[in-house]
């Protein structure tokens, strides 16, 4: 039977997006300013119309503004550069968010390198992964996936200090940041990917597991340390006759395996996925709090 | 007995500097551009001073130009500054290295993120961080002393692409990169630190050892697992009554013990130290490469 506790992330974002509505209306109500973000939209694949939607819709819930752009397809590189550069000098616009994936005939680099560094809410420039890496050094934007990882952690009380952490992924978006953040609070973090020869010896080393890799039910019980803690960022559909659509969504780890050997580990849904959204917000607010300078 | 292979990286780097020297008389030849390097250097440090010295002097053993700044300890951050922005200025100056530490009522990150990012040789800007960091970018430079230890991995033929590695350290000029570096060549890498509370048990689990802390012996045989590689960082005075100095200098590993167990091992000195220096050549030669877009 489960014993582990869950990481309730759609709760904790709630929690979350109340405090960010309270500040939004304090520095309305204090200097008439209301946090914008602009997303970029180009092309039409479902599943980015669907998170641009939810994105827009978790700006209203708290009051922040949110400016939309939707190209088509087979708009150009250029096109796309032009709307960035305009949201770069437009003072009602905070933070600027291009939904990936593009369109293959762009340049995904010169593009996210385009966003002002001010405006970067996603935290992908190289610059902002820079001063995540370096001590003393302090980054303008985290990005949020990842963000929202550590935030679970410490809202759960979750101590990260001196703990073995192992993250399994390395992308740009969230496993590096994500070993980053660890390494910052003073984790001794442990990088698999898929280059790893036995990911399952180092993975049941940890205290503290993220694992953002894409495979639905790679992490089995026994890569897993009783005890440990999960954040499980994966979300992948898997056949699933009962759904009305026929799939549903499943992480990484095998849930069920794990609930019964961690002591805590996030469901998905409703984990990290709406934890990302709620420092979205954040970052957003942040950024216009920085602009006009305001606590 | 020692079975460990040396690895020699005083000769490595003799091999290096010919290979750049050769290069520097070939884009002099070709288009009449001669390399060239700024050290700026604040203060009277007696080992700062050395430093710049053997830099300087491997700058014309190569052929490469150098410039060399020295500044009173007590002169302002901005007559620093002044030099730096006439450096990034000049045409001549491919390369401006800032030898640290700077004295203490200076700002470093100031000082270090004023180095026009195209002649940041030492590759300390977050930006060339932030890049090693990402996959699918590229840094303009790596920092010179986790280039060297990578370098002599490769100039010994170890394979990194799926092995086990651990870095013992952090710092933003070893540790840190050097993690970054191993990780690009697919290593499975984990970073032991000040916090990590058993280093022994994950040291001992890697295929490679980069070892930048700056304690004395700090790793022992039973660190290490046999047939393990270890790059020893390290550079730490021990006394020595028989020395004519009183002192001599050792690594982070107790190489004696460390000699019997790895299967190869840089000494110190006559390690990592000599890579360093040939590494700041090669990132110079890169630099004014670069400006002239000569392949
Ligand atoms: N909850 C949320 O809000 C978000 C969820 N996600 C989800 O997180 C997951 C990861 O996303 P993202 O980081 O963008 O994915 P990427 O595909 O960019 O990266 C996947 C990483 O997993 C590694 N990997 C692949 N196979 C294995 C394996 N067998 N063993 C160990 N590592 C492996 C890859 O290694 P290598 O580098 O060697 O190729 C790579 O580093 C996805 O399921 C995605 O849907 C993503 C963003 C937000
Ligand atoms: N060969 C060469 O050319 C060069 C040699 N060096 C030498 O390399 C060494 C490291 O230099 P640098 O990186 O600048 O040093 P720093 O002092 O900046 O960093 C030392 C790192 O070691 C970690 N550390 C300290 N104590 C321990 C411990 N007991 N166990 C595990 N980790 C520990 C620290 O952890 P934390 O972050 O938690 O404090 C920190 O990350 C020095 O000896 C230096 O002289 C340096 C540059 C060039």
Wanted: glycine fraction near 8%.
């Amino acid at each position: 039977e489960a014993t582990a506790e869950v990481i309730d992330g759609k709760l904790v974002a709630k929690q979350i997006r109340e405090e960010i509505t309270a500040e939004v209306s304090r520095m309305k109500d204090a200097i008439g300013v209301v946090p914008g973000l602009a997303v970029i939209l180009v092309g039409d694949r479902k599943d980015s119309a669907t998170y641009v939607r939810n994105k827009k819709k978790a700006c209203e819930s708290v009051g922040i503004k949110s400016f939309e752009v939707n190209l088509p397809e087979d708009c150009t590189e250029q096109e796309v550069l032009k709307y960035i550069s305009d949201f770069n000098d437009d003072p009602s616009v905070h933070g600027i968010l291009v939904q990936l994936p593009l369109p293959k005939h762009m340049n995904e680099q010169n593009i996210l390198h385009a966003v002002s560094i001010e405006k970067d809410v996603d935290g992908f420039h190289p610059l902002n992964i820079g001063r995540l890496a370096m001590r003393g050094e302090e980054p303008l934007f985290v990005p949020c996936t990842p963000k929202g990882c550590i935030e679970l952690l410490h809202r759960y009380n979750i101590g990260i200090k001196g703990k073995r952490a192992v993250v399994i992924g390395r992308s740009n978006i969230v496993g590096t940041p994500a070993a980053l953040l660890l390494q910052g609070e003073d984790a001794t973090v442990s990088v698999v990917h898929s280059r790893t020869k036995d990911p399952e010896e180092l993975t049941r080393q940890a205290d503290i597991i993220i694992s953002a890799v894409g495979k639905a039910n790679m992490v089995k019980g026994s890569w897993i340390k009783p005890g440990a803690v999960i954040i499980d960022v994966g979300i992948n559909p898997v056949e699933d006759a009962s759904s009305p659509r026929g799939y549903r969504l499943v992480g990484d780890v095998c849930y069920e395996e794990a609930s019964k050997i961690a002591s805590a580990i996030t469901p998905v849904p409703g984990g990290v996925g709406p934890m990302t959204i709620a420092m979205l917000l954040s970052n957003t607010l942040t950024a216009a709090k920085r602009t006009h300078n305001f606590q």
